[in-house]
């Protein structure tokens, strides 16, 4: 009891404790990425353009192919303040898979963009388990769960030895039913028991959990390793859906934990991309201030 107390309070550095540790949850910054479909522009140089000219930090190409834009994309953030933050799946197969042929798609080709993602130091390559719609899987029993962490815990060291992770995200039950809230995939990535295996929050995804902030303070720092924002209405960007997207709270725990990542868009767009997006922008700004502990 005395020991998880410890645990529990070494969590919180911000509000909850010293005067150092409030002062540091408000210095922190909001680290904004985009997916490579984000920002307006007819090619990678003009998107990267107009994210400079908003201040965007952050790039997260997707993983299909990365293998040969490794060199493209390290030309093009040259010289700019733009950092790869995580890569977005890509992989052919699943981890899940009955079929082994299927399964050593999935092991052949993630590797090959992890790989990649390392080159480029990335924090890591996003995941999911098993979609729904991904047949045969196998049954979602305690036994798949042991062989899901064993199976992630050679694939996170191999990452660790790239020098990037692999980054769980759950989603919803509509989507993937195996693997629905941040605390799942976190623990997962506690049970696989490797430094390469992350967990991460998605605003979208996270209609299902209680609260923004218990999700993503139950993964803290040690699990949270990217998040991914939209609005929560209809996933297009944040703002859209008016008073629906608010992520205040949620922000107010990645201020708590010190998450020193990224918060990358992932979401549709309704109407004109310039004027969206830096909309989009602007109120995640004013929401991060917003959560401030006072
Ligand atoms: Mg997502």
Redesign the pocket.
Known sequence: MGTAAVAATSLLPGCASSKEGKKAADDLELKISFQEGTAPGENLAEKLDFMESLGIVGFEPGGRGLKGRVQEIKDALNGRNIKVSAICAGFGGFILAEDPAVKNEFDTTMREIVEAAGELGSTGVIMVPAFNGQKPCMPHTLETRDYLCEELHKLGEFAKSCGTTVIL?PLNRAEAFYMRLVADAAAIARDADSEGVKAMG?F??MKEETSDFGALMSAGKQYLQHV?IASRGNRRMPGEDGELDNYVDGFRALRQIGYDKYVSF?CGCGGDRATLVTAAVNLLRAQWEESRCC
């Open positions: 995200e998605d979208w995804h991914h992932e």
